[in-house]
């Protein structure tokens, strides 16, 4: 490879691979985590809904 100064050097393309099995248990963990995030959103969304629709007085001649 060429490093930025333009040298020349051999590189030796060792990579070490971990077990599937480490990334598939990752990916699952995230999953888990972003449906939870997604669910308590869901029901914050839904109780500042249901509150704020409890706390308006009904009627069409609103004033702001």
């Given amino acids: ?3 930025h100064n333009g040298m020349k050097w051999n590189g030796n393309n060792l990579y070490i691979i971990l077990p599937i099995r480490n990334a598939i248990e990752r990916f ?3 999953q888990l985590a972003e ?3 997604t669910i308590t959103q869901s029901q914050t ?4 809904a249901e509150s704020g629709a409890a706390s308006t007085p009904a009627g069409k001649n609103q004033s702001t």
């Fill in 28 to 30: 699952y963990e995230r």
């Fill in 35 to 37: 449906l939870d995030r």
């Fill in 45 to 48: 969304r839904r109780k500042t």
């Fill in 1 to 3: 490879y060429i490093d």
